[in-house]
């Protein structure tokens, strides 16, 4: 019998990467080497009640004891780690994760105090999926129906004249199928699962130093109960969290959008790739997008220059190693 | 004297119940039409109706707080009376009575809850997340109207005659 | 005790709140918080009252369930049904038992609207029952078609509890309704031919109505270019890929709101009349579907499902016994609990467990089969007693049919749901092979 037993709560089905790649052989990982001292028990898909944005209350409050969730589900909670957010930013999950972890274990104290961090990491950067017409330069988009995946790209693809239309994640199958949407951008991790690369023939994907975006996610542990585990069993929890966690997370999000990627090319989809001049030119036509984000911040009063500086460093360190 | 005071709770009541299921019928009403604007400028002008999915979120949360009292008020709630069908009227009115104590006692456990939840939503700035519309907006709906059906509930209970049943 | 146990427990004092006629919402609540309380704390129960009804309410997919309801009341203001049913009767109506048919096609037609049983129920009720009263009519036949076909609703696309089902399983909601064609077809079919066997056998209650001319027949068909006008707007929206299925719910509020003002006449009164039935009955079913997430949190905490699964694997029963077990739960259930409940309630614990499972079907294909079934099974729970959402509505619009009768009228188009069952369960053809040439 174990002495401690933690809930996991997340909203992911069972059969998800996360849960069957990720959440669950950590879990199995902690439990075995704390001797079967902690048992870990596993909630997906909102089992324990509530909309996927209250998952980070319910850890902070105790209601479950461990998750793992999504940043932006809850804008304006966690200002700093929208850095990441931008166009441009990201490079592989793995080195960016790593820089997350970091830059959260240096810079977001004050936003993460309520709860025990056990990592923050990222997905693969995203991609375009489009249905009919094929996205070979920014021009292409105009006019276009695109379901952005954050309010910071939306306001990037207004740039290229695109109708950006938000819609939740369990709409845009049902919606691309036939035309509602014209174009998706995701990471292929969520194409495969809602068989979108079924649904579109082409994909575009940015080739370049960085990737166009990503999404940033939060797994953590309920303070009080790290507080009340004894020294060894922490030191359990603390071998599986930080930046070398995060750097595991990343890995398995690179591995999958890989597999998942393969399934769009054995459908007979096609390629198209956003390189060299076009690239350059997307990043000057994104570029306002940064600065208003500069200006945001610092109208509240962040630093917001050195933390976009500290965060592109820190993604170029982790990149080179 | 006693009498006529708990008339007047209940027109009141009354009056305010029907006012929220229309304010609510109304709100269902608008994200409609918006739905059906969002379609035809995203169709034919190119620009759908910025957060209209936040929107229909938002107000069909209002909208089914604004319905609860008036379903209560006018026995919506289903009840299975199958295998009471042959008790005698005094037992109904005690089972009766049962339910209208439960449902007091629900809604103001949610009531009171909810401005707890509804403080914090405020504190943590819970937002949507296009639009950025404050959600503590939903709670004081839905305080508001949990607490009428509190109300309700009391008012059933201390003024309904025996005889009277639920359909 | 174990939470196991808990769970069985919990079960049991629900299934007797509810028979002494506590509201099934409550019942759930009470139930739930009591499970939730031993298992996950006071503090856990506290917070999830706080939190849930804005979580649970403000669920975009949701949205279509006042949508649905108040189009089926605008519908009635509007004319709409009255005229369908009309239109219907003249070409069904001089069979024995033939405006009960012309309810059951007029239920049909409204269904391809509109997606939501309690509607279709009530609007074709309104008008359809006093005109089997006036004829003579056995209440038994007329209650029964009309609670039967009352879940026409569900059964033909659009329907709200196959969007729920989607969404819960990931399913693509587009494909699910082109899946729910045929068997809604079937459904109606099979209905028709039940009440044709009925006024054979007991000739007296179901007789003809008034002879029509081909004239009349075709002079009443143009009466209902408006249902066949929403319909076609609806439709072809939804295929050219101008809005959603679920938008699609909105596209037919506005355009019945539109008919009911400038075709029946709806001035305010009407108005205010149509949305005070819409809130009371979309509170009824948000309610439940309150009560029933906090008893479905309860049952996941118990750790029952889990345990379910593994006992069901590893009992070394085939799948399609399995699956015929879920089904008798179903019935069950049905006979206490609504159907989105029962969707909620359910398919989070049977749903992994079909996919696990080798049918022979192709696992894209299996998502699809199922919810379909299911959808079937729990619509059966809308007519099958003590609680038969459907039955209450009928006996609301006549007091005088006693409710003993309509639930004996229910029980011949219950065999022909059980027939349907079947050979959805034995041929899954039947519910893949149009989406197979469509999609
Ligand atoms: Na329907
Ligand atoms: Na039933």
Redesign the interface.
């Known amino acids: 019998e174990a002495e401690f037993t933690l809930k996991l709560h997340h909203m992911l089905?069972?059969?998800s990467m996360a849960h069957s790649k990720f959440l669950e052989p950590w879990a199995e990982k902690v439990e075995a080497e704390s001797n079967g001292r902690i048992d870990i028990?596993l909630?997906p898909?909102m089992?324990?009640?509530?909309?996927p944005?209250?998952l980070f209350?319910?850890v902070r409050?105790?209601?479950s004891d461990i998750t793992w969730t999504v940043g932006?589900?809850?804008?304006?909670?966690f200002p700093k780690a929208t850095v990441f957010e931008l166009p441009f930013m990201p490079s592989t999950a793995k080195a960016t994760s790593m820089a997350l972890q970091e830059y959260a274990e240096t810079e977001m104290q004050d936003e993460m105090k309520d709860v025990h961090l056990l990592a923050m990491h990222t997905h693969a950067p995203g991609s375009f999926h489009s249905r009919e017409k094929a996205i070979k330069t920014g021009a292409d988009l105009d006019?276009l129906?695109v379901r952005a995946p954050?309010?910071i790209m939306?306001e990037g693809f207004k740039e290229f004249g695109a109708?950006t239309?938000?819609?939740?994640v369990?709409?845009m199958?049902?919606?691309i199928?036939?035309?509602?949407l014209d174009v998706a951008v995701l990471p292929y991790e969520v194409v495969l699962?809602?068989?979108i690369y079924e649904l579109v023939k082409h994909h575009t994907e940015i080739k370049g130093d960085r990737g166009l975006y990503t999404q940033f996610f939060i797994f953590a542990m309920n303070k009080d109960v790290y507080a009340d585990l004894p020294a060894d069993l922490q030191k359990v929890i603390d071998d599986n969290s930080g930046v070398a966690l995060a750097g595991h997370i990343g890995t398995l999000f690179d591995n999958y959008e890989q597999h998942a990627r393969s399934y769009a090319v054995k459908q007979g989809n096609s390629f198209d790739y956003i390189e060299g001049a076009e690239y350059d030119a997307w990043k000057a036509k994104l570029e306002p997008v940064r600065e208003e984000w500069l200006e945001d911040m610092n109208d509240d009063d962040y630093e917001a220059e050195r933390l976009l500086e500290k965060a592109e460093s820190l993604i170029k360190k982790y990149e080179s190693m | 004297m006693k009498l006529s005071i708990m008339n007047v709770v209940e027109v009141g009541l009354k009056r305010v119940s029907m006012s929220f299921a229309l304010l609510g019928g109304l709100i269902m009403l608008c994200l409609a039409i918006i739905t059906v604007a969002s379609i035809i400028g995203r169709t034919f002008f190119g620009q759908s109706v910025e957060g209209d999915y936040e929107l229909t979120e938002v107000g069909l949360a209002m909208a089914v707080f604004l319905f609860l009292p008036e379903c209560y008020l006018r026995k919506g709630h289903i009840i299975v009376d199958l295998f009471t069908a042959h008790c005698r009227p005094k037992t109904l009115h005690l089972l009766d009575q049962l339910g209208h104590l439960i449902f007091t006692f629900v809604s103001a456990a949610f009531a009171y809850r909810m401005v707890l939840s509804g403080l914090e939503s405020r504190d943590y700035y819970e937002q949507t997340m296009i639009l950025e519309l404050p959600m503590w907006w939903v709670y004081v709906v839905g305080v508001i109207c949990f607490s009428v059906c509190t109300l309700c509930g009391l008012q059933r209970l201390m003024c309904s005659p025996v005889g009277e049943q639920n359909e | 005790m174990s939470n196991v146990q808990l769970a069985f427990l919990m079960m049991g004092i629900l299934l007797i709140l509810m028979s002494i006629r506590i509201p099934i919402a409550l019942a759930m609540m009470v139930c739930g918080s009591i499970g939730y309380v031993v298992i996950g704390g006071l503090p856990a129960l506290l917070e999830y009252l706080g939190t849930a009804p804005v979580a649970k309410f403000s669920t975009y997919d949701l949205s279509v369930v006042p949508l649905f309801l108040l189009m089926g009341e605008l519908a009635t203001r509007s004319g709409i049904t009255t005229e369908l049913f009309r239109t219907c009767n003249t070409w069904v109506g001089r069979q024995k038992g033939g405006i009960a048919m012309a309810a059951v096609a007029g239920c049909a037609a409204f269904g391809a609207i509109c997606g939501s049983s309690l509607a279709t129920a009530s609007t074709m009720g309104k008008v359809a029952l006093p005109e089997m009263r006036r004829l003579n009519y056995s209440g038994s036949l007329a209650a029964g078609a009309l609670a039967a076909g009352g879940t026409l609703g569900i059964l033909i696309p659009p329907s709200m509890v196959l969007i729920i089902f989607a969404v819960l399983t990931e399913q693509n909601i587009s494909k699910m309704f082109i899946a729910a064609f045929i068997p809604g077809f079937l459904a109606a079919a099979g209905y028709m031919i039940t009440i044709a066997i009925y006024v054979r056998l007991y000739p007296n209650s179901g007789p003809r109505g008034e002879a029509t001319t081909w004239l009349q027949k075709l002079k009443s068909t143009r009466d209902v270019w408006h249902i066949t006008l929403i319909f076609l707007i609806v439709l072809g929206g939804i295929y050219f890929g101008i809005f959603t299925p679920t938008e699609a719910a909105s596209v037919g509020v506005v355009l019945t709101a539109i008919l009911a003002i400038t075709h029946g006449k709806m001035r305010m009164e009407g108005l205010l009349a149509s949305l005070i039935r819409t809130a009371v009955s979309s509170a009824m079913i948000f309610f439940i579907v309150l009560g029933a997430d906090l008893f479905s949190v309860f049952i996941a905490l118990s750790k029952l499902p889990e345990i379910g699964v593994e006992v069901l694997t590893n009992s070394g029963l085939s799948a399609y016994t399995i699956l015929v077990i879920m089904l008798i739960t179903y019935l069950i259930m049905g006979c206490f609990l609504d159907s989105l409940a029962m969707i909620l309630l359910t398919i989070p614990i049977y749903f992994p467990i079909i996919m696990a499972m080798d049918f022979g079907i192709p696992t894209a294909d299996l998502g699809i089969w199922f919810g379909i079934i299911a959808l079937v099974v729990v619509e059966v729970g809308l007519i099958t007693p003590p609680v038969g959402m459907n039955i209450f509505i009928i006996k609301s619009f006549d007091q005088s049919l006693p409710l003993k009768e309509c639930f004996k009228g229910v029980v011949p188009f219950l065999l022909s749901d059980f027939v349907r069952v079947a050979l959805l369960v034995m041929f899954p053809g039947i519910t893949l092979w149009l989406v197979h040439a469509i999609g």
């Open positions: 089905p069972p059969m028990e909630y898909a089992q324990l009640g509530g909309k944005p209250q209350d319910q409050k105790g209601i932006g589900y809850t804008p304006g909670r006019g129906k954050n309010k939306s109708n239309i938000f819609m939740p369990t709409e199958a049902s919606a199928s036939k035309g509602v699962p809602t068989k």
